[in-house]
């Protein structure tokens, strides 16, 4: 490999300095590439051992926000071009600047804050690489918004829509969640948000700062597979997929290390000293009518409540109840100041509660902090018109 | 009656003759229509018990967590505003403890050096021996 057993690592925020070269030895400190361009915001090395800068300084034109140049091959440290070296740049012509990429299953892939294009190996003695632009409409949001996964890019753009590329044209994927997302994130805060894949659940999660803080605390997660959005909320400040039965790894904004779907409902074992930790979950469905002739005329009373559900807890988590609150409005929305609201808990295996409540409309809330995998099943109401007498 | 439910959270009642959604939640995720729970995590510890973690009150945030893995074992990268860090398996691991990592500071000097660390655009091709150059 070009790089041997060392690892790149770039400093960020357009400073004027080169990236640090670490040879993997925990006892050795990553020291400057002296000689290497400055300014990078994106690197990466091709199959064909280059070492690629992207958004760096260039030989002549110096910092142009554009640059994508390469050391000469099999090396980290010699940058200029010359006749006898295949070290090169070349300007690209989207964008204003280079936001980010990485090698990909299109090759090389660079984002800038328009467009996306592609640098292609030539492996030729010419010119080495050459770029082309794969869309217009497809600018970067920040650094890190962006991943692959099955195939395809995904990033967030200016628009705060998530795109995905599959060759072709970007597909923007509509977000049913951004509301309590995407929508608080301010400008001063995203780029801090960051993007990666769960491979195991065929998922990408993009996170997102939407308190004061400014720090990542929920993300989006998209379900490449059920075709559907929902929300994760931990307050993590960076996070990695691991591929394969490995499970992903988090740094909170604590700064502290966590692996996380060190779950048992998914086949992977939970030894007794994982010690998994609890956390909060919550889920809420929408309105549920009654099934009588004319809503806005009858009532009904939801009387019974059947929920096949299915708990596989942590060692010493047995116990865990799920708390289950049953809402009734008396019109057929959320009039929150015209409700009745019955509570109840559910425990290890199918439940059936009973209840008596009259209004028009229902909500179902289920939640916990538990260690506990649960998986819902079918949910069955028993709904009857007012006075009924079956 | 059967409550159906679509699978995926939307941002809210769309119509008297829509299906009925799950409207809102967190920490759950969808298998095969259906919800589950999502997450259960645990603490990555060192040989003592004690869960690792970086100083962010001297160093900053931490911005980056990348694995680079290798033969001889897989190496994890945390970078922070002002410093890099590596996360290793332990050699005193067992099988009744589990995996211990050990974590070194592979920045050097003092706050202030010029080796300070803001690590990048990360996690982004890790199995070439790039992991990150740029901003974070």
């Known amino acids: ?390 | 009656m059967k409550l159906e439910f679509q699978a995926g959270l939307w941002p809210d009642w769309t119509g008297v003759s829509d299906p009925p959604r799950y409207k809102t939640g967190y920490n759950i995720r969808f298998m095969f229509g259906r919800p589950v729970t999502m997450g259960i995590l645990r603490a990555l510890k060192d040989v003592g018990g004690t869960q690792i973690g970086v100083d962010v009150n001297l160093y900053g945030r931490p911005n980056m967590i990348a694995v680079c893995s290798r033969g001889s074992g897989a190496q994890v990268l945390i970078g922070q505003l002002n410093k890099l860090y590596v996360a290793e398996p332990s050699v005193d691991s067992t099988l009744i403890t589990g995996t211990r990592w050990t974590l070194t500071d592979i920045a050097g000097g003092a706050d202030g050096d010029q080796r300070r660390h803001r690590a990048g655009p990360g996690a982004h091709g890790g199995q070439q021996g790039v992991v990150a150059c740029g901003p974070g």
Not at chain 1, 350 to 355: A, F, G, I, S
Not at chain 1, 368 to 385: L, N
């Open chain 1, 1 to 390: 490999m070009v790089l041997g057993n060392s690892i790149v690592v770039g400093r960020g925020g357009n400073l004027d300095e080169p990236p640090f070269l670490w040879d993997r030895n925990p006892a050795h400190v990553a020291t400057a590439l002296t000689g290497a361009p400055h300014r990078a915001v994106g690197g990466f090395k091709s199959p064909n051992n280059h070492l690629i800068l992207l958004g760096c300084e260039d030989e002549s034109l110096g910092w142009t926000g554009l640059t994508v140049r390469w050391a000469n091959q099999g090396t980290v440290d010699s940058w200029a071009s010359a006749v006898t070296s295949t070290a090169g740049a070349f300007e690209l012509s989207a964008g204003s600047r280079i936001v980010g990429g990485g090698w990909t299953g299109f090759q090389g892939t660079v984002f800038t804050d328009t467009s996306l294009s592609q640098i292609t190996e030539l492996n030729d003695t010419e010119f080495f690489f050459r770029p082309s632009t794969l869309s217009n409409e497809a600018g970067l949001c920040a650094a890190k918004l962006w991943c692959e996964n099955n195939g395809a890019l995904w990033w967030l753009g200016h628009d705060m829509q998530v795109r995905r590329y599959r060759g072709g044209t970007p597909e923007v994927v509509p977000c049913t969640v951004g509301r309590e997302t995407f929508d608080q994130t301010s400008r001063e805060s995203v780029h801090r948000g960051f993007m990666h894949s769960i491979a195991a659940h065929g998922e990408i999660w993009v996170w997102c700062s939407t308190g004061s803080a400014q720090l990542p605390d929920r993300a989006a997660v998209y379900s490449d597979r059920e075709q559907c959005w929902t929300i994760a909320k931990y307050p993590r400040a960076a996070m990695c997929d691991r591929s394969g039965p490995l499970r992903p790894l988090a740094v909170g904004e604590d700064g502290r290390l966590y692996e996380h779907e060190a779950s048992i409902i998914d086949d992977s074992p939970s030894y007794p000293n994982d010690a998994p930790l609890a956390r909060p979950w919550y889920l809420r469905s929408a309105l549920v009518l009654s099934p009588v002739d004319t809503i806005e005329n009858q009532t009904g009373y939801l009387v019974r409540l059947l929920v096949d559900l299915e708990r596989v807890a942590a060692p010493g988590d047995e116990a865990a109840l799920i708390d289950l609150t049953m809402t009734g409005y008396d019109w057929t929305m959320r009039n929150l100041g015209r409700k009745k609201t019955s509570l109840a808990t559910l425990s290890s295996e199918t439940e059936v509660t009973d209840l008596r409540i009259g209004m028009r409309s229902f909500e179902l809330e289920f939640s916990a902090e538990d260690k506990t995998e649960t998986r819902f099943g079918e949910i069955h109401a028993g709904v009857k018109k007012s006075d009924s007498e079956r």
